[in-house]
């Protein structure tokens, strides 16, 4: 039997400490909470019971806190809402046995084949195409020359410049031509989604919710405006992107809505600003973090900037990057830089449902027709797991070189390995810090994520990962890479600025709990001393 701690209130007063305190309590074993009116939840964690979770994905139906989601934080019409709650064939294309739900019906496996198409093989590679060169239009549209030019938040900065890039690439130009504030209103909507959450009545906070009002209304005009378009013309200007819906997911997704007679344009819209803020909730802080790390630390900014000179021929090459396994294999550390940057500043909870049946994993039996939530915390904070050189880079603190293996050093990689001691204060310091003098022994290390299934986990597991996770990888990763490539940047901020804001715990990317200034000029050859 699984053991019950704490209650709903502790959980939902403080989740970060209540999950980091009860996952601590159960070290690696599962644990229920008690929620109002005699129902429950539970938290599954420990590697083996995560993996196991995983390859049952297939066996669960889609989660009734999705429900929940729909309604109160994207604002769903009820009518539609029950489509979602009647809809228990699974996401495969053979539905679940028991299920009797009409094809299209079956919102869960609609959207989500439409989706891997659009974010798996080739409408992946164009999308991030898309992606690529919106945002390098971006970056080069930026006033900055060779003098320092201050600015208040580097979240800002990413959300506007790197953010728009992910929407316009996703749903065209329309959005931000009938807002052009859409990305600032995302962030607000963003920043009242922890109190939505908690049901908190419209009373009690007006603006959060006037804000949703506001984005579902400029996303009812983008459709409005494409439907009519669309229309008029009876023209698609290019097979997989148009200038009115965008990429051909957005049609796609359409199309499904439309074969659901209880779907209305509110419904429509809902659906939709739940795709854009998920697009935008977890990559853009996240992108914001490993651009931040890479440029605060001089020497992670020359061994980056370094494997990018010997990777690509010139500086044009970089700003060029193809969406390929070849172009991402040849920057080992870059790739360590976004799995370290996952690691420490995404915590998620991955949600599953065990529907009519009892849920065996493991030694463990999970009640039937429960949610079950993996919170991604315990497992990547996990100081028994991790490798820390013996101490030299905790587990809260960021590593470039955590998923690096070093063919000379047994020592290196993720796992944790056991060591002597290490001393002195000279060979402390040059643990943790590659010198010049070490790099020809640091030559060629290889990136790897192998033996961290179930604990390094930012995009869940099994049939139900996020279908976004290659995109992700690829734009953070070339976003870094343009950035250090264009520009030299500071870091003004402070640590206490650079803490993360509790109040975001289980939204996916955190977020500093201060604004983070910073200055920036198009790169030189010498970074300038401050």
Not at 37 to 48: P, V
Not at 265 to 293: C, F, K, Q, R
């Amino acid at each position: 039997m699984v053991p019950f701690l704490g209650s709903a209130l502790g959980f939902g007063f403080n989740p970060g400490r209540f999950v980091t305190a009860s996952a601590e309590l159960r070290f690696r074993n599962p644990f229920g909470v008690a929620l109002p009116g005699g129902s429950s939840l539970y938290f599954l964690q420990g590697a083996e019971n995560i993996v196991t979770l995983w390859k049952k994905s297939t066996l669960v139906p889609g989660t009734r806190i999705h429900l929940f989601f729909l309604k109160h934080l994207f604002g769903m019409p009820e009518e539609a809402i029950e489509v979602y709650a009647l809809d228990n064939s699974g996401i495969k294309a053979q539905p679940l046995p028991g299920s009797n739900v009409s094809p299209h019906h079956r919102i869960h496996h609609l959207t989500h084949t439409s989706m891997l198409k659009f974010m798996g093989g080739a409408g992946l590679a164009k999308w991030y195409e898309r992606w690529a060169s919106i945002f390098l239009k971006n970056l080069q549209s930026l006033d900055l020359g060779e003098d320092w030019v201050e600015m208040p938040d580097l979240m800002d900065f990413v959300s506007e410049h790197f953010g728009s890039a992910v929407l316009e690439s996703m749903c065209g130009p329309t959005l931000r031509k009938i807002n052009p504030n859409f990305m600032q209103d995302l962030k607000d909507y963003h920043y009242g989604q922890p109190k939505r959450s908690k049901c908190i009545p419209e009373w009690m906070m007006p603006q959060a919710y006037a804000i949703r009002r506001k984005i579902l209304s400029n996303i009812k005009e983008w459709h409005a405006t494409a439907r009519k378009k669309t229309k008029d013309n009876n023209i698609i200007q290019d097979k997989d992107f148009d200038s009115w819906w965008g990429s051909d997911f957005m049609k796609d997704r359409q199309g499904v809505f439309e074969g659901i007679k209880e779907f209305d344009y509110e419904a429509y819209a809902s659906s939709d600003l739940g795709l854009i803020w998920t697009a935008n909730t977890n990559i853009v802080p996240s992108t914001m973090w490993m651009i931040l790390e890479t440029f605060k630390n001089p020497i992670t900014l020359a061994r980056v900037r370094n494997e990018l000179e010997t990777s690509f021929s010139n500086d044009d090459a970089v700003l060029q990057m193809k969406f390929d396994s070849q172009t991402t294999q040849a920057l080992p550390l870059l790739k360590s830089v976004y799995a370290e940057t996952l690691r420490l500043r995404i915590h998620v909870y991955a949600v599953r449902y065990t529907g009519n049946e009892e849920l065996q994993i493991n030694n463990w039996v999970l009640p039937k027709e429960k949610v079950v939530l993996v919170a991604t915390g315990p497992s990547h904070m996990d100081k028994t797991f991790w490798n820390t050189k013996n101490g030299l880079h905790p587990v809260d603190q960021f590593w470039a070189d955590r998923f690096l293996v070093y063919g000379n050093d047994p020592q290196s990689g993720p796992h944790k390995h056991v060591a002597p001691p290490v001393s002195s204060q000279a060979t402390q310091d040059e643990a943790k810090m590659p010198t010049a003098r070490a790099a020809k022994e640091e030559e060629a290390p290889e990136y790897t994520i192998a033996g961290t299934e179930g604990m390094w986990i930012p995009y869940g597991g099994g049939t139900r990962s996020c279908p976004g996770r290659f995109y992700s990888k690829h734009v953070m990763i070339a976003t870094c890479a343009m950035m250090v490539t264009m520009f030299d940047m500071e870091i003004l901020a402070g640590d206490d600025a650079l803490r993360m804001n509790p109040l975001f715990y289980g939204f996916g990317g955190q977020h500093p709990i201060g604004k983070v200034p910073f200055r920036i000029r198009k790169k030189r050859g010498v970074v300038s001393e401050q």
